[in-house]
């Protein structure tokens, strides 16, 4: 064994690194990384409960290996990917996508935060996700769908203000749902919609949804706003709370049958069908991507996929040589 030299004092040894133990273990973590989600990232609620049952799934496996609490230390590559190979079965591709999104982000966050010293999640791949084009209305079906409601009454008129904003607009259900009255411009034809991540945008809307919505704040919402304090969400239910997603639902399947379409129906297909409309009519792709207050582009570009679709349907019926 080496002596230190004559007249100097061996330095100490160096103390191990001491990763930050999360209290209450790996439950204690997620409720970490669920806030982390939720203060500084934004999610919105319905992404922070689908984030909540991935990682509660996840954390009851790695308990059922390793004990409770389960020590974050002992979590490993192999650990994961027998979890990973455990759902597969029972889960698409897509849903098994979505928890390694989960568990990657929360052993990332956990690495930054230095609770562990390596991330386990390093090199687990998603599986890959088959391109699914989305599912259109056509624009008859559309415009029967808008005209369903009518506007006998103020939850017709409500209906009927709804769809036209979903289509004209682009917005997502949440965003539609959680407009207040302040973020109306309709003198303007322009609403201010929050996003994602609480990113704002603007959106220009047409005519009718302008119209639509006029009826509404006028002839309908009154006689549903109650209390002393009214809401001051724009959609309001018949008792004049906030409008929930799971009614809007049930109110739009009995709408789409009154206007003859008898396929699956969600709001989601009216936001698709916005975008895939104005691109067929020449809209810029980059537009279309801000209206839909998309972050990354390459989410916008399925859609051109559609015109794509679109395209090569005009060509074989004109082209001499198709």
Not at 25 to 50: C, F, Q, W
Not at 200 to 218: F, K, N, Y
């Amino acid at each position: 064994m080496a002596r230190p030299a004559p007249g100097r004092r061996a330095a100490p040894p160096r103390p191990a690194p001491v990763s930050k133990a999360s209290p209450g273990g790996l439950d204690g973590a997620i409720d970490e990384y669920l806030m982390h989600l939720k203060v500084e990232r934004g999610l919105r609620p319905n992404s922070l409960t689908a984030y909540a049952q991935d990682l509660r799934e996840l954390a009851a496996f790695l308990v059922a290996r390793l004990g409770d609490p389960a020590p974050l230390a002992r979590v490993d590559p192999p650990l994961l990917l027998a979890y990973l190979q455990a759902i597969a079965p029972k889960l698409k591709a897509r849903s098994q996508a979505r928890r390694v999104v989960a568990l990657r982000g929360l052993f990332r966050w956990l690495r930054e935060e230095g609770q562990i010293a390596v991330d386990p999640s390093q090199g687990l791949a998603a599986p890959r996700l088959a391109q699914k084009l989305p599912d259109l209305l056509g624009r008859d079906e559309v415009l029967r769908l808008l005209a369903a409601p009518g506007s006998d009454g103020p939850l017709a008129l409500r209906d009927t203000a709804l769809l036209e904003l979903l289509y004209a607009s682009g917005c997502r259900i949440s965003e539609a749902l959680d407009l207040s009255l302040d973020r109306l411009y309709l003198d303007q034809a322009v609403v201010r919609l929050i996003g994602k991540g609480d990113k704002m945008r603007l959106c220009p809307i047409g005519g009718p949804a302008v119209a639509a919505l006029h009826a509404w704040l006028r002839d309908g919402r009154p006689a549903l706003a109650r209390g002393k304090r009214p809401s001051p969400l724009v959609f309001l239910n018949k008792s004049g709370a906030r409008l929930s997603r799971q009614g809007f639902f049930q109110k739009l399947r009995e709408h789409a049958i009154a206007a003859g379409i008898t396929r699956d129906i969600s709001p989601h297909k009216l936001r698709h069908s916005f975008a895939t409309h104005l691109l067929e009519g020449g809209a810029d792709l980059r537009a279309v991507q801000t209206l839909l207050g998309h972050a990354d582009i390459a989410t916008t570009q399925i859609y051109t996929h559609v015109s794509d679709a679109q395209l090569r349907s005009a060509h074989r019926k004109h082209h001499p040589r198709a």
